[in-house]
């Protein structure tokens, strides 16, 4: 068949070779990938079968990692990853959500066959897709091996990005400036909530003139009035935009799985006093905080800038304000390493991609502005532009 | 706060008293239900907040089920929920992916104030949402539990829907024709996919001119040519439509998070001879299972009355033809209850909604014709009204 790889071979290559450097460093010598971002940055493997149970295994002792997954889904290792046969493993329908047997006892079998039951075997213990079950029935299985706490370890290596994805990073850039562009200015008092989430998700696919976007890892976050009080509610099916709403938008372009998230604030009708200050002073702090960033600097440092800005405001702002990002499925565009927040000892590097994300959530109502980041050789680069403001009609 | 609730407060109730039903019978006391479907149907919790860890605590000896999530998630509780303030536990957002503390310890001491502690504790243990390390932690945090095995307890409950519940899975229903449609209108030969997925996306959230949709828990799975010899991939961001491409197309409305999902297969051009044949075969297996299926039967004799309509044909299908449906977020509206296969001895019971997806996988390209159906007092309805046949242009 042919192969639609993202990337050339030797990226993948350089991929797996830091990967080992920190299982080398850890003491790993086994590393199981379930996340379906990490399976896509070291195989290229690209689909929406991550509902049933699959991943990678990747040894210090071989160049590439093994494919398990559901047999149906083997076709498409065999079309988006640079694997070859030995390499990809589907096991039958009957292990799929059953009562009587687990998937976890075919990949023993699977590590039986190739010598891996006795070594140190990295887990991604607290990430989405490596469940209790799965952990009992290794512990089970596999009693001669090591069983070790290797959570986010292939999102570290992908934390410090190639200049191929960057591209792919702004092209999603791109797709949210329009993605955003499309959201105001459509909303009005009157509209259907539901008929601009309709526009925005359309023009999330239909990406611009020359290329495609994809489904981003999380859904158009774009609530109304008191459900702007709280962080991750969307659109309102069943309502239109009223009087006075504030409306907060958060949304993402995607390409090739690779987001670029941003957040914007409207308001319909004259703002109360208190919003246009709130916007005022997350503002200028956001602005304060880029200009501060550059390599070199940790990651607490950045929020402790931030937070110098609202000294004297009255204002709060008591959860972390930022996250690393890139190439990522549901449930999360974040990476889950570096925090914009007290005690996030990461020294920023070039390469790296972060969300800062001041939001601001008060008793009835939220107001955001944001701005996602690439960290350069000498300070940060704003990968999407658009206005910084409170947008009013 | 103005509660948007999708339900009467008794439907929330009698649920509760189903699933207590299910709790006593297993032995468990106290059961944590992690996934978004199952929170949202008891307690009716609505949002994208399940990237971090949250939950409900049901104890036998409450009426109402206990939300623990992020702070600054918990006014959604307040706005979506029948829960009053004393079932809202927010955790400060030093928990939020720390490295240094766990949410589950958390958890454990809301549990320790509610006198939980001591209980059988019923967990999702191969859910999607309740990971190895929460698992570790509250094997740590709660000695004198016992921990047991509850996966898809509530999935179960859900499993028999109500007539409100019916009433927006028919919603989404009418959502998934009109989403169908015009996949099927507007792929051509010469046209981007990611132009028809843009259209599919934004008739997904329109809904009709009456109510919108809401995003479904799988995204758009429409592959063309050799993607189709494969379960789960989307389009292609930057192709064309080609002559001779076979289109699967498995899309869903959703109506507040109930899904209705749908499958249909187009052929560009002249069908080969092989495809036709396929096609015939399962349109025809497909309508005599459907004729079979009526409430009393078992789930393996709806897949052996689908699987006798193959002998002699020469067509194999190794996999479950199909699985129970609803309420559910990202990854799967599947429930992982009901399965249509060998073994699976559930008794078809009415208000059973089903997904029939006689899906074929050859090597090079794959058709899918499937039905969505209600079980009802004398037999099954398709929930969708939509041409059962290979769609040719």
Request: aromatic share 10%; charged share 25%; hydrophobic share 35%.
């Amino acid at each position: 068949m042919e192969s639609q790889l993202r990337f050339a071979k030797e990226e993948f290559a350089e991929r797996i070779r830091r990967t080992k450097e920190l299982m080398d460093h850890r003491g790993i010598e086994v590393l199981m990938v379930m996340d379906p971002g990490g399976m896509n940055y070291l195989s290229g493997y690209d689909g929406w079968s991550f509902y049933v149970h699959q991943g990678l295994l990747l040894s210090l002792n071989d160049d590439a990692p093994h494919w398990f997954g559901r047999k149906q889904d083997s076709n498409g290792t065999r079309i988006t990853t640079w694997l070859d046969e030995d390499h990809i493993h589907g096991y039958e329908d009957f292990y799929v959500q059953s009562r009587y047997t687990h998937t976890m006892r075919y990949v023993a079998e699977v590590m039986d066959e190739l010598g891996l039951t006795k070594k140190s075997l990295g887990l991604e213990m607290d990430g989405y897709w490596f469940n209790a079950k799965m952990y009992q029935e290794l512990i089970q299985k596999l009693p001669g091996a090591r069983l070790m706490d290797a959570t986010n370890l292939v999102n570290w290596v992908k934390t410090i990005k190639s200049d191929g994805e960057i591209n792919y990073i702004r092209e999603a850039s791109r797709i949210c400036e329009r993605v955003m562009q499309t959201a105001i200015d459509n909303i009005e008092v009157g509209v259907m909530e539901k008929d601009v989430a309709s526009m925005v998700t359309a023009a999330q696919i239909y990406g611009t003139e020359e290329y495609g976007g994809s489904s981003p890892a999380i859904f158009p976050i774009m609530p109304t009035a008191e459900r702007t009080s709280t962080a991750h509610m969307t659109f309102h099916p069943d309502r239109k935009y009223q009087k006075n709403d504030v409306v907060i938008l958060e949304l993402a372009g995607a390409r090739y799985n690779y987001n670029s998230p941003l957040s914007r604030t409207m308001y319909l009708g004259e703002p109360p006093a208190d919003l246009r200050r709130v916007s005022d002073v997350v503002i200028k702090g956001l602005k304060d905080t880029l200009e501060f960033v550059k390599p070199g600097i940790s990651a607490e440092a950045v929020e402790e800038r931030w937070r110098s800005n609202l000294v004297g405001t009255g204002i709060e702002k008591p959860s972390r304000v930022g996250y690393s990002f890139g190439l990522n499925y549901v449930p999360d565009w974040g990476e889950h390493t570096v925090s914009l927040r007290p005690g996030d000892k990461t020294i920023l590097k070039p390469g790296m991609t972060i969300h800062f994300m001041p939001g601001i959530w008060l008793d009835t109502y939220g107001f955001e502005c944001s701005e996602p980041f690439l960290v350069t050789e000498t300070g940060c680069e704003k990968l999407i532009d658009f206005p910084e403001k409170l947008f009013i009609k």
